[in-house]
């Protein structure tokens, strides 16, 4: 158990619609990363939060968008979704944004 | 445009044996993570290196980075059945101003008991 949470652990919904997926990092660290794995893309780096900021951007599409709350737990929004968007999302926490990352257990989505 | 190449993308190999998995990139990076998956589950981390030179080794396994080839290796020394898995590499890098983690394919590890 890495100590990063995420919720939902499964998700389906349809073409057009929007979810937003939760992320709690562990405890004491200041940033938060957000990945998508699907079997088309592999894995690409979204976008980092550092302590409630963006500290860098990946291949997010401007469909998604991301926040870190003050008390530094974040949110994915995805909306207007699209078949490809059926992916896993995973969450990842470090202490400041360097150093080893702790991964979430993902969250599962399909879009139908 | 920062690529990143794994090599190979499928490895079997028995028990007992020694193999290597090369990563290689595009750009200037500042840092280098490799990342362990197995199947259904998420990712684990393994190594961060940040430095030239750098050796980390944990159990079975050792990476380095040699920042001057843009090249690293995850060397698996006397491989066990509990090893089999995907591994990933990911190179970080600052560009205009922004940080960018990308990840190359995975090599699918299977070690033959």
């Known amino acids: 158990d890495s100590g990063v949470t995420q919720t939902p652990k499964h998700l389906i919904t349809a073409t057009g619609q929007r979810v937003t997926l939760r992320c709690s990092p562990r405890?004491?660290?200041?940033?938060v990363y957000w990945y998508q794995q699907s079997l088309d893309q592999g894995l690409q780096f979204l976008i980092q939060y550092y302590n409630g900021e963006e500290r860098a951007k990946g291949n997010i599409l401007e469909r998604f968008s991301a926040q870190q709350f003050p008390d530094l737990h974040s949110e994915l929004n995805l909306s207007s979704l699209e078949l490809g968007d059926s992916a896993l999302y995973f969450c990842?926490?470090?202490?400041?944004?360097?150093?080893?990352?702790?991964f979430g257990p993902g969250t599962r989505l399909l879009v139908l | 445009e920062l690529k990143v190449e794994q090599n190979p993308l499928f490895l079997s190999m028995q028990e007992g044996k020694n193999y290597t998995i090369y990563c290689n990139y595009s750009t200037t990076s500042d840092r280098l993570y490799w990342y362990r998956q197995d199947p259904g589950k998420s990712l684990e981390s393994l190594f961060v290196l940040l430095s030239n030179g750098a050796v980390k080794q944990e159990g079975r396994l050792m990476a380095s980075l040699d920042t001057k080839a843009r090249l690293s290796t995850l060397h698996i020394t006397a491989a066990v059945h509990d090893l089999s898995a995907t591994y990933f590499c990911?190179?970080?890098?600052?560009?205009?101003?922004?940080?960018?983690?990308?990840f190359g394919k995975g090599t699918r590890l299977h070690i033959l008991p």
């Open positions: 990911a190179v970080g890098a600052s560009m205009n101003r922004d940080d960018k983690i990308i």
């Open positions: 990842a926490s470090s202490p400041t944004g360097v150093e080893t990352q702790y």
């Open positions: 405890s004491g660290d200041l940033s």
